[in-house]
């Protein structure tokens, strides 16, 4: 299982663009409107500060009707605190999720992340316009992309026909393969595996243990004896490699997904999806060293490191109106004279991305 530490001495504050779907009229008065939405996330800290404003002035400040085909679309930028382009592109993916989560609860209809785009770390952008250095680092976010070939399974025509005990894993299964973000690939498979895990054939029930390892009276259940089994299919994973799986599911399920975890869930998508797998091919009576699908793609491939050259005219912050971290910083002063903004009790706080030990295997 991959446990990479995090190097927090070189967090820099990146921006990160996107375009977001906010269904809701929000003409403030009969003579005001807004021309830009200001969100913190992580309260006196910058890291998840978001502005936002409308494409299209005029719709977004009228009742009009809706579509997914014609959204009320938002461009925004957020800032975040990171070590690297991959990471800020994967944080700044993270972050507008949590936006829309909120959004969504406030105007009552439902918020969508339509696009995560070009990223650029403000630190270094601040130097280029103070004259001391030429180039920022920056990137682009796309989507997964992979060139068609052949069907993997072809020769296999029972796939069409499941059994029932099946139906349910292969939907989440399906569910993990079509779903951009890695954390909600991670929870798919997981749910297919602890779902076909209670029919996999031949599997021998050991004795129940504590969580110190102790004995218990009685016997594990069939989910559990299952999932050992199939790690043990895979010599090169770690006997405690259940234990760093569910660990990893548990911090992403209880709201505790910080970076190093999303990291973590991302580089050990390969591994969770094959034990899934494995399980759904015994299921259907099938060997499955010949059951193959697309593996997921590691997002360091969806963030290329650029090097981008800076001249005023080509400034990203200008058709914006300056650095997002100063718009911060108005919105803090503004903030103060209301009164003092209360940070987020949320997994957006800075406190979230301290060095700290990972769900690593053999780890609570």
């Not at 269904?23 to 008065?29: N, S, V």
């Not at 609860?105 to 004259?131: H, N």
Request: net charge neutral; aromatic share 8%.
């Amino acid at each position: 299982m991959n446990d990479d530490r995090i190097d927090a001495t070189k967090m820099h504050l990146w921006v990160v663009e996107a375009t977001v779907d906010l269904p809701a009229c929000l003409k403030m008065d009969a003579n005001r409107s807004p021309t830009a939405i200001y969100v913190s996330l992580g309260g006196e800290d910058p890291d998840g500060f978001v502005e936002m404003r409308p494409l299209d002035q005029e719709r977004a400040n009228s009742s009009v009707f809706w579509s997914a085909r014609e959204p009320i679309a938002y461009e925004c930028r957020a800032l975040v605190r990171t070590p690297g382009a991959p990471y800020a592109l994967m944080r700044g993916r993270e972050l507008f999720e949590h936006l829309a989560d909120r959004l969504t609860l406030l105007v009552g209809y439902p918020v969508r992340v339509l696009t995560v785009g070009y990223t650029y770390d403000e630190d270094m952008l601040k130097q280029c316009i103070a004259g001391e250095i030429l180039e920022y680092d920056a990137t682009t976010g796309g989507e997964e992309s992979f060139r068609t070939q052949l069907p993997k399974n072809a020769h296999w025509q029972q796939l069409l026909i499941p059994p029932k005990s099946a139906l349910e894993a292969i939907r989440w299964f399906r569910h993990g393969m079509t779903v951009s973000r890695k954390v909600d690939q991670y929870l798919c498979y997981y749910i297919a595996l602890e779902s076909i895990a209670k029919h996999v054939p031949g599997v021998t029930r050991g004795p129940r243990h504590n969580s110190k390892g102790e004995k218990k009276p009685g016997l594990e259940t069939q989910e559990n004896a299952a999932i050992r089994y199939l790690i043990s299919r895979h010599p090169s994973l770690p006997p405690d490699a259940k234990k760093t799986l569910a660990t990893i599911r548990a911090r992403i399920a209880h709201g505790n997904a910080d970076l190093q975890t999303l990291d973590l869930a991302s580089a050990n998508l390969p591994a969770l999806q094959r034990l899934a797998a494995d399980g759904i091919a015994l299921v259907y009576g099938l060997d499955p060293t010949l059951f193959n699908v697309l593996r997921p793609s590691p997002i360091e491939f969806l963030a290329p490191l650029l090097r981008a050259s800076y001249s005023p005219e080509h400034d990203p912050a200008k058709r914006w109106g300056g650095l997002l971290s100063d718009a911060f910083a108005r919105y803090l002063e503004e903030a103060g004279r209301l009164g003092p903004p209360q940070p987020s009790n949320n997994a957006l706080q800075p406190t979230a991305y301290s060095v700290r030990s990972a769900p690593a295997s053999g780890s609570g």
